[in-house]
């Protein structure tokens, strides 16, 4: 069926209306009416094709949120006015170690919610900014939010997973100190699930201005990172540092914070490397650098049952379908607090 939509034909152009198909549901699929997606910083970096491999049109769109309106005949777990979710992942082996343990956003056959290679037309997978998706039943998330929640539940499906799974995987609680490096989309959410949790939450920020801000977010401590006696003030207290900056900074200032053991777990993409850290900060307290990358189904329900277990969403902006060129420049010079949600009525408007 053609529904509306909204993408880019080319990388150097904006996004605009179009048509686009879905395929009918089949036995095992979901069919859900979009009522909002959320805007990620990923979207604007594959719509402008400024990641390698964008395919076009492009229609981006991974924090997707909305109502199932019908199900295919062995569909058992959804049933149509199902308030439901998509996050970033669609589709995937199903029969690889990954998939098994329940980590699909690890499997090497993993199928995102855009911009991979699907049967269906174009051959490529189409996001949220649409009026409709379907999705097969074992990548659907079931959400427990109350309804008028809805539009601020929707990063919750890429910025809050994202930070939630390296949160987990580490055991962030009581009695462990947390360091949250960047106040943006995904570092107000690292800061507001661990502090849920139960951990000592820290914000690293290098904007004297986030300090309020910051603290209404549930950070215990604000540091400026620029300010070396602060800094200094937490050398080597750290157990975990969820590191969000999307852009390359020197390391070695945080690994020092860290305790013996200690890990820093990075969870954003810059375009260009970091600047290589010193090999002796790591190996004279054995400490980590890893990295993370959203997290599988089970989990992303999980942390969506605890969101709202906590009355945790994102804080966001709404705004239009056609305003989300100019939001994509908001973004870049970091004018939102923190994450933008298009309102999907919007396309038939």
Not at 22 to 45: E, K, Y
Not at 71 to 99: E, K, T, W
Not at 148 to 176: D, F, M, N
Not at 214 to 233: D, F, H, I, P, T
């Amino acid at each position: 069926m053609l529904i509306q939509a909204y993408g880019a034909q080319a990388g150097d152009k904006p996004l605009g209306p179009m048509q686009i198909s879905r395929r009918s549901p089949g036995a095992h699929d979901v069919q859900i009416d979009i009522a909002f997606c959320g805007v990620c910083h990923s979207d604007l970096h594959q719509v402008r094709a400024e990641w390698a491999g964008t395919q076009f049109p492009c229609v981006p769109g991974h924090e997707i949120v909305g109502r199932v309106t019908a199900v295919g005949a062995h569909v058992s777990d959804f049933s149509i006015g199902d308030l439901v979710g998509v996050g970033c992942i669609v589709d995937s082996c199903r029969h690889c170690n990954d998939c098994d343990a329940g980590l699909e956003n690890y499997c090497d056959g993993l199928i995102g919610t855009y911009n991979f290679p699907t049967p269906d037309a174009p051959g490529h997978t189409l996001g949220g900014y649409s009026q409709q998706i379907v999705v097969h039943e074992h990548y659907v998330l079931r959400i427990r939010h109350p309804e008028e929640q809805l539009a601020a539940v929707a990063p919750l499906l890429c910025a809050g997973i994202t930070t939630y799974s390296p949160l987990r995987h580490w055991k962030a609680g009581p009695g462990k100190k947390i360091g949250v490096v960047g106040i943006g989309g995904l570092g107000h959410m690292g800061i507001k699930l661990a502090h849920a949790m139960g951990a000592y939450v820290v914000a690293l920020t290098t904007s004297e201005s986030k300090r309020v801000e910051a603290k209404a977010l549930g950070a215990n401590e604000v540091v400026v990172s620029r300010n070396a006696e602060e800094m200094a003030l937490h050398a080597k207290s750290f157990d975990l540092i969820l590191n969000t900056v999307a852009a390359p900074h020197d390391l070695d200032a945080l690994l020092v914070l860290l305790k013996r053991d200690g890990t820093m777990a990075l969870v954003g993409a810059p375009a260009t490397p970091h600047p290589s850290p010193n090999v002796f900060n790591l190996i004279m307290k054995r400490r980590s650098i890893t990295g993370s990358m959203i997290g599988g189904i089970l989990e992303t329900q999980e942390m969506l049952d605890f969101c709202a277990k906590h009355g945790i969403v994102a804080d966001i902006e709404i705004v239009r379908v056609d305003e989300i060129n100019n939001a994509y420049e908001r973004m870049l010079k970091g004018d939102v607090k923190y994450r933008f949600v298009i309102d999907n009525a919007t396309l038939s408007a």
